[in-house]
C-alpha cells in the first residue's frame, strides 16, 4: 500500500494478535472517530483502531461516556472504516447496548458490525456479561474485553481513580480476565491498574492485554489520539506521552488564517481564479 510507514501492510486480523503475543511483538492501539485522522493514524502503521465512546469526551464535550447511542458509535465507525485498510478496527458497544441482557446485546452487535462495517467490537466487564460475551462470539463476532478502569461504570465507581489495588478487588480482575480469555475473546484491554498486576494478568492469559496506565509488561498499548497529539488541554495523567503539541500548532496557523483574511492578503492574485 502506497504512503505507508511499515513494510508489512497485510490485513490485521484477530488471529494476527495471538501471533503477536506469541512472537513476542508488541501490539499499537490508539482511538480515532472519523475518516481523515483514521486514514493518517492507520497509513502511520498503527495496528489496532478503536472507535472508542471516548467520542462523548473528546468530539462531544460530555463529561462521561455515558450519552453514546448505538447510532452514534454506527455513525463514528463508519467514517473510520472508510478510511482504514491495514488496521484491525475495533468499536465499542456504548453503555445501555448490552448491560440489559444476553439478547439486547446480540442485537445490537450485529446491528453495529453489519452498519459499521468494523472487524471487532469491545465490551467493559468481567464475569458479569460473560454470558452476553459468549452470545456475541457464538454470532461469529471477535470480542475484545476491558477491565480495571471501566468508564461506563464510573457512576458506581465514583472516581476514575486506579482500580483493583486491594488485593480482593486484583483476584476478582485476574479471574475475570481469564474468563474472558476462555470464552473466546481476542485480547483484553487493562485501564489504570497497577503495573504488577497488569504482568501477572499478561502472564497468565493467552491472549493479548493492552495496556492504558496500566505499565510496560502488557502486550500493547492504547492512547486517546486526540490527547497523544496534543489536541487537549487540562488533562495529564501519569500514563499519557504527547507526542505533539497540535493545540499549539493549530492555534498558530488558525491565528495566522484569521489575520490574512482580516488584512486582506488571503486570498491573493496567486490563489484567485
Do not use: W
Amino acid at each position: 500500500m502506497a504512503g505507508y510507514l511499515v513494510s508489512d501492510t497485510r490485513k490485521v486480523t484477530t488471529r494476527r494478535f495471538i501471533e503477536m503475543k506469541e512472537k513476542g511483538e508488541k501490539i499499537s492501539m490508539l482511538t480515532s472517530y472519523d475518516f481523515t485522522t483514521a486514514g493518517i493514524v492507520d497509513r502511520a502503521g498503527i495496528d489496532v483502531i478503536l472507535i472508542g465512546d471516548s467520542a462523548s469526551n473528546v468530539m462531544v464535550g460530555n463529561t462521561t461516556t455515558l450519552p453514546m447511542t448505538v447510532d452514534q458509535m454506527i455513525y463514528h465507525a463508519r467514517a473510520v472504516v472508510n478510511g482504514v485498510k491495514r488496521a484491525l478496527v475495533v468499536c465499542d458497544m456504548p453503555f445501555g447496548s448490552y448491560q440489559t441482557g444476553v439478547h439486547d446485546g446480540v442485537v445490537n452487535a450485529i446491528r453495529i458490525m453489519k452498519e459499521s462495517g468494523c472487524d471487532a467490537l469491545k465490551l467493559e466487564g468481567g464475569v458479569e456479561i460473560i454470558d452476553t460475551v459468549k452470545a456475541i462470539l457464538d454470532a461469529g463476532i471477535p470480542v475484545m474485553g476491558h477491565l480495571g478502569l471501566t468508564p461506563q461504570s464510573i457512576n458506581k465507581f465514583g472516581t476514575y481513580a486506579v482500580r483493583a489495588k486491594e488485593e480482593a478487588e486484583a483476584k476478582k480482575l485476574i479471574a475475570d480476565a481469564k474468563a474472558l480469555a476462555e470464552a473466546g475473546c481476542f485480547a483484553v484491554v487493562l485501564e489504570k491498574v497497577p503495573a504488577a498486576l497488569a504482568e501477572t494478568v499478561t502472564r497468565e492469559i493467552s491472549v493479548p492485554t493492552i495496556g492504558i496506565g496500566a505499565g510496560g509488561h502488557c502486550d500493547g498499548q492504547i492512547l486517546v489520539v486526540a490527547d497523544m497529539l496534543g489536541m487537549t488541554q487540562g488533562f495529564s495523567p501519569r500514563f499519557l506521552r504527547r507526542y505533539a503539541n497540535l493545540n499549539e500548532v493549530m492555534t498558530t496557523a488558525i491565528g495566522n488564517y484569521v489575520a490574512d483574511v482580516k488584512s486582506g492578503d488571503f486570498p491573493n492574485e496567486n490563489e484567485s481564479y
